[in-house]
């Protein structure tokens, strides 16, 4: 999956987001990792948001009060970053456009961080933990690459990994077109909207039926660990 699904789905959706609607039964591991995340960041005073979108969450962490700089490397996200931030007169955030990897290596100094924080943004963050302090926490939430990630945990060195899955939360749709557009909206996905989904969309329908209705059944995990 390249930059361009992200850039386009910035321009369709005003950023890295949904515009379905659905309903949660049970609690989101997104929820559990914000709640954790919230009660972190006041130890900290120099945090990074790795993969941080359209940066709606890095203001709202923002204005618990620490310094948080986010980088994403869609452009089209950062531009609407950058935007909102001058909109919402936010003075301890800031956003860069730069990458994990190739052209756009990341333009931070070794030691900067003390929390590197990376809510579904790029695994490939944990390669570069020369950019965390000693001693520095780096903390993020995932729906996928489990096993890489665990691998470049120990690979890069970090220690007191913790890794806790969740999988009992249900997204519940009120019919086939939302459920549609959660899917399109779901990184590396088609578009399932379009008429020529339609086949596509029935099965994927058949496969999320919950307790009688179109549901998604959450996979996420979070994980901690510490830069010794």
């Known amino acids: 999956m390249g930059i361009e699904w992200y850039d386009m789905i910035a321009r369709k959706n005003g950023g890295y987001k949904s515009t379905a609607i659905y309903?949660?039964?049970?609690?989101?591991?997104?929820?559990?990792f914000e709640q954790r995340l919230t009660s972190m960041l006041p130890m900290f005073n120099s945090v990074l948001d790795a993969g941080c979108g359209h940066?709606?969450?890095?203001?709202?962490?923002?204005?618990?009060?620490?310094a948080i700089t986010g980088f994403d490397n869609s452009l089209e996200m950062i531009n609407i970053a950058k935007s909102s931030l001058e909109e919402a007169l936010c003075d301890n955030v800031k956003f860069v456009y730069?990458?994990?990897?190739?052209?756009?290596?990341?333009?931070?100094?070794?030691?900067?961080?003390?929390?590197?924080?990376?809510r579904?943004?790029?695994?490939?963050?944990?390669?570069?933990?020369?950019?965390l302090k000693s001693g520095g926490t780096i903390f993020g939430i995932h729906s996928g690459a489990l096993e890489k990630v665990k691998e470049r945990l120990l690979f890069n060195g970090f220690i007191n990994i913790e890794i806790e899955e969740f999988q009992n939360a249900i997204y519940y749709f009120p019919n086939e077109r939302e459920f549609a557009k959660f899917l399109t909206d779901t990184p590396g996905n088609p578009d399932y909207t379009t008429p020529t989904m339609s086949n596509e969309l029935q099965q994927k329908v058949?496969?999320?039926?919950?307790?009688?209705?179109?549901?998604?059944?959450?996979?996420?995990?979070?994980r901690r660990a510490t830069k010794p």
């Open 23 to 32: 309903t949660i039964e049970g609690i989101s591991a997104e929820e559990i």
């Open 55 to 66: 940066g709606e969450f890095t203001r709202k962490m923002g204005r618990i009060g620490a």
């Open 98 to 118: 730069c990458s994990t990897k190739g052209e756009l290596e990341l333009p931070f100094n070794n030691d900067q961080f003390n929390l590197i924080y990376n």
């Open 120 to 131: 579904r943004g790029p695994t490939s963050i944990l390669n570069h933990s020369r950019i």
């Open 206 to 222: 058949k496969e999320h039926i919950f307790n009688g209705n179109i549901g998604f059944r959450e996979y996420k995990y979070i």
